[in-house]
Each structure stands twice: as structure tokens, then as C-alpha cells.
């Protein structure tokens, strides 16, 4: 029994389902006498001993946990990478709804949960999430287990995450000093090839570091579709400076040579992919694909006579 600062006396119902504690108002005393709530409670505790939670009128629909996963199960159309974020955002789903029946939860759990993600500061987490859930539903919808979907309109609730342009050389005299920085640059020799080839081949960083040396074919570096962004092949022509560095013989990817030919499957940068990883720094503040892609997309700025210091 629950009394109230004004006096009021209420009989409530407390239990735990799946870890988590609910409770239900049975009724107010003495319109609800003692024996009553007594029963009301006895019915209750039968209700969770059956393995039904008493909150829920629905317990013969399935629970949110089962949808998820059977939907999880024949996403086969996403990548491996996709699949295992996919799969760890909707546990967290499953924490939280999991064993609530699929027709029962509301817009104002929904929308109690995302903002739960966004006040830890993961804006673009809160709104992928939504999304999942909302193809779940989607598909719970498709076998006749609701016709609800409380991710509906929450899009216009949920925050959205400021974006910020990648910044980009803008003037053919920012281009030359860009060029002439990364010919001049003194840090790792692994970064220094590694710039020099992204500047004449415009591939993203994470191609270049995991690319392998049988995907070199004479004039053309054969990108297989599965280390491609839009998942199709891709080919890239080889200049003549780009094989020349490639064949020097300070270049860091020919004192792996003799162990990449035993093992194709080794990426050719793969040993110094760490190192590189923490310098792609030097990457953000003086040279990142996007920023020579922003240049090139300047046609006024990119005329046949233009010149640019040798790398």
C-alpha cells in the first residue's frame, strides 16, 4: 500500500520481469478492499509465474526481442561491417524492449530511450537506432504483428547532429604550396610515400592502406569491389611518377616485397597501417581526398596549361 501526502491509500503491485521492475496500481482503498487487492495480486503472480507479464494486455503477441531478431536474420543484403553495428545497436534495443510485447510499446518509451543516446552525446547513434527500429517495425508490420510504429514522426523530435564540410583547396596558389609541403615533408617515410600517392591516384586513405600488391597490374591498380566504397570494382590508373615511386628503393612497400609474394593476402601497407593511422593528422590539416576532389571540381581553376610542382 502506497499513502499519499493528502492522505490517499492505493494498493500497487510490484514485481521484476526479465531484470527490470514494473509495477501496476491495483486500486484505491477502501473502494478496493484488502481481500480484493489480495486477489488481484494472487492473479498477478500467476501471470508471471506462466512467464506473462501482467502489465501488458497483449502477452499472446510476440515480444520485441523475437521481431528483432528474426528480422536481424535476413539482412543479407548488408556487409559484414554493417551487420555487426547493425547487431550491436539493436541489443541495445533488446536491453531496453526486449521482452515487451512488440504491440506495446509507445512513442513516449521511444522517444524516452533515443534521448537517453543523445544526452551522452551520440547525436547520429540516437537517429540510426530510430532507424533500425523503425524497420523492424516495418517489417512486424508486414506479418500482421502490429499495425503501430512508435518511430513514427520522431524525426522531427530527435536532434540533428551539425555537419561540417571537409575543408578544401579553393586557389591554384594553395595547391602549390600544398604540393611543394608534400614534397618537402620530413615525418615518417611511410607517410610520405603515402601522400605523394594519394595526391596523383585521389584514392580514399583506407584504400591505400589496405590495398594489396596482386591488385597492381602494370598501368592499373584493379580495386576489388569488396574494399570499395559503392561496392563495384574500380580502377585506377597508374602514372608514370606513381610507379616510380613504387619501385623505388626506399619505399616502404618494397621492404615488405619478398613476404607479400609468399602471402597475397597481406596488405601491402598493412604493417605500417598503424603508424599511419595516427598520422592522418597530416592528412586533415594539409591534404585529404576530398580536399584535392574539391579543387579538380573547379574547372576554372584546373586549365590544360596549369602546372604544378613535381612529387
Request: proline share 5%; with cysteine.
Amino acid at each position: 500500500m502506497l499513502i499519499s501526502p493528502e492522505g490517499t491509500k492505493s494498493f500497487y503491485f510490484r514485481y521484476a520481469w526479465h531484470g527490470k521492475r514494473f509495477e501496476i496500481k491495483i486500486g484505491k482503498y477502501p473502494l478496493t478492499p484488502l481481500v480484493g487487492a489480495r486477489k488481484k495480486r494472487d492473479d498477478y503472480l500467476l501471470m508471471v509465474e506462466n512467464g506473462k507479464n501482467p502489465k501488458y494486455k497483449s502477452n499472446n503477441s510476440k515480444l520485441f526481442r523475437d521481431i528483432a531478431l528474426d528480422w536481424l536474420q535476413i539482412q543479407d543484403d548488408l556487409s559484414d561491417k554493417t551487420i555487426v553495428t547493425t547487431a550491436q545497436r539493436l541489443n541495445r534495443c533488446i536491453e531496453e524492449f526486449g521482452y515487451i510485447p512488440i504491440s506495446e510499446i509507445d512513442s513516449i518509451q521511444m522517444l524516452t530511450f533515443l534521448q537517453k543516446i543523445e544526452n551522452r552525446g551520440y547525436i547520429e547513434t540516437a537517429k540510426r537506432t530510430k532507424s533500425i527500429i523503425s524497420r523492424v517495425y516495418e517489417y512486424a508490420n508486414i506479418l500482421n504483428l502490429t499495425n503501430i510504429n512508435p518511430t513514427t514522426g520522431l524525426s522531427r523530435i530527435l536532434k540533428n547532429k551539425k555537419s561540417n564540410n571537409f575543408p578544401f583547396v579553393k586557389k591554384i596558389e594553395d595547391m602549390r604550396h600544398l604540393m611543394f609541403d608534400i614534397s618537402n615533408y620530413q615525418g615518417m617515410i611511410e607517410v610520405q610515400f603515402a601522400l605523394k600517392i594519394a595526391a596523383y591516384t585521389f584514392v580514399r586513405p583506407s584504400e591505400l592502406r589496405f590495398s594489396r600488391w596482386n591488385e597492381l597490374e602494370g598501368d592499373i591498380w584493379r580495386m576489388p569491389a569488396e574494399r570499395t566504397k559503392l561496392k563495384r570494382e574500380r580502377l585506377v590508373p597508374l602514372s608514370t611518377q606513381v610507379k616510380t615511386l613504387i619501385s623505388s628503393s626506399t619505399c616502404p612497400l618494397n621492404r615488405f616485397l619478398e613476404s607479400l609474394k609468399s602471402d597475397l593476402r597481406c596488405p601491402i601497407i598493412g604493417s605500417i597501417a598503424a603508424r599511419l593511422l595516427h598520422s592522418l593528422r597530416f592528412f586533415v590539416s594539409l591534404i585529404t581526398i576530398v580536399s584535392l576532389k574539391g579543387f579538380f571540381r573547379q574547372g576554372d581553376v584546373c586549365a590544360p596549361s596549369t602546372t604544378f610542382v613535381p612529387i
